[in-house]
């Protein structure tokens, strides 16, 4: 079995409804753009994440786990922590 390795970054990713702040992991050495302009990708796969209405900012979850499709994505963009 090989093991990939894969770096994390913090991301905001925005949907029509909801800001999520979450741990991305991506491919080691790996930008995020490249990770996001892979065409064989429809889902993401965030963890510890926090999910908040736009409308009000309401804190909706925070599951350890998410996946999010990427045709509901608006924006997505790294978080300095």
Excluded: C, W
Excluded at 24 to 37: Q, V
Excluded at 58 to 66: E, G, H, N, S
């Amino acid at each position: 079995m090989t093991i990939t390795k894969k770096d994390t970054i913090r991301v905001m990713i925005i949907t029509k409804d909801h800001r999520i702040e979450g741990d991305m992991h991506i491919l080691e050495g790996a930008r995020l753009s490249d990770s996001l302009n892979a065409k064989n990708k429809d889902f993401y796969a965030v963890t510890d994440a926090s999910i908040h209405r736009v409308e009000d900012d309401r804190l909706v979850a925070t599951p350890p786990f998410i996946v999010i499709a990427r045709d509901g994505i608006t924006a997505i963009f790294p978080v300095e922590e």
